[in-house]
């Protein structure tokens, strides 16, 4: 727990915290989890949520809608993490390094049915010989690789059924994850890239089927190609992740409007520099993260949307434009600051870039319903 956690956990309102402090809109939440929950329904595939982005058993809880739900994880901690919270059915969606395998062991010898991905022969033996020593079945997805941008067999390259014979018994299926989406800037790019997606891991797993080895499941996603796909025939499931909050990525690319992001920094006025025309606040790089991820689209947004306080309604004109470990910077957009509108200690609240990066920073979210009261204190999962 932080120094400042008796004050915090005592606080009413968000007024009453000290700063920086991550806040989480339930509301908004509980509409971002309906409408994905809507979305996989009419696609007709099962949702598989990715919890990096949140992190926390409470938001899953909002996001499942039901209990049982499988869920996809970042780190083994989170695996850890999840499961000591009831959570069963478990995907870690980053390549296997052998030097985890014990701690996979650990969790599936507890009754974790976790399965791993990979997308080499190296992997595949090293996994089967960790498992053949400890006298478990260890299952893995076979990363299909579906833009170019990251990892994953090809899938028409040969290397694909070489890793499933080496899996052996432990093939459960494929898997892809179509990083390129974050590039589409057109209605016809996203589904195109989602197409595109969802074509190449069902290919994956119809060669895999003709030569003989089980591919049950079929996984695909992003938040972005599960929001634009037209179809996704032949896919058994899907995972998203920071749909359940939102920020102003995908405000850009489309997938949720900027009154939809459901996290943001309360940070404090602590400083004016009239004569560069800076606000400063409590809220660095540490704080905000130091993703620029808005910086190719049409709107830029610095390091962060900044944001009244009370009405969580943007302020126009202004945005972080830049940070320091624990100062960010506020500037204006044309014309010089209103420094009036910033009084010394008045907070704001900044909308995040990159919500799983912004997020990564704290240890619990202050849960509010929209109207500034502090209504719940959530704690999160940090490290690997």
């Known amino acids: 727990m932080n120094e400042f956690s008796p004050v915090a956990e005592l606080a009413e309102t968000i007024f009453d915290l000290p700063t920086p402090a991550l806040l989480l809109d339930r509301r908004k939440l509980e509409t971002n989890a309906q409408r994905m929950r809507s979305r996989v329904q009419q696609l007709g595939v099962a949702l598989r949520p990715h919890v990096k982005t949140s992190k926390s058993i409470d938001v899953l ?6 209990d049982g739900v499988p869920i996809t994880v970042s780190t083994l901690a989170e695996a850890r993490y999840f499961f000591a919270n009831g959570v069963r059915d478990i995907l870690y969606a980053v390549g296997i390094a052998p030097v985890k395998l014990p701690q996979v062991a650990v969790l599936i010898r507890a009754g974790c049915a976790l399965r791993l991905i990979l997308d080499s022969i190296d992997a595949a033996d090293a ?49 892809t994850h179509a990083g390129g989406s974050y590039s589409g800037r057109t209605l016809s790019e996203f589904e195109e890239i989602a197409e595109r997606e969802r074509a190449g891991a069902v290919t994956a797993a119809g060669r895999l ?37 939102g920020d102003l990525v995908q405000a850009q690319l489309g997938t949720c409007g900027v009154g939809d992001i459901a996290i943001s920094v309360l940070t ?17 790089f540490l704080a905000l993260s130091r993703d620029r991820g808005t910086a190719d689209f049409p709107v830029d947004w610095g390091y ?33 600051l209103d420094f009036s509108r910033f009084p010394i200690g008045d907070r704001v609240t900044i909308l995040p870039n990159h919500a799983c990066a912004t997020a990564a920073a704290y240890d619990r979210y202050f849960v509010t319903q929209g109207d500034g009261r502090v209504s719940g204190v959530w704690d999160r999962v940090n490290g690997w």
């Open 61 to 66: 809880q909002v996001l499942a809608g039901a």
């Open 127 to 175: 996994v089967q010989a960790f498992a053949s020593a400890e006298g478990l079945t260890i299952e893995a997805l076979i990363e299909v690789d579906t833009d170019g941008r990251r990892a994953g067999v090809a899938p028409d390259d040969d290397l694909l059924t070489e890793v499933a014979r080496r899996l052996g018994p432990g093939l459960a299926g494929v898997m």
């Open 304 to 336: 962060g949307a900044v944001c009244d306080a009370a009405t969580g309604e943007p302020i126009e004109g202004v945005r972080v434009e830049s940070t320091n470990q624990e100062h960010g910077i506020i500037t204006a957009l044309e014309g010089e």
């Open 209 to 245: 089927r003709d030569a003989g080895f089980p591919a049950g499941i079929v996984s695909v996603g992003s938040t972005p190609t599960v929001h634009y796909a037209r179809t996704l025939d032949g896919v058994t499931e899907a995972r998203a992740g920071v749909y359940a909050f």
């Open 268 to 284: 404090s006025i602590i400083g004016h520099n009239r004569a560069h025309g800076r606000v400063l606040v409590d809220a660095g």
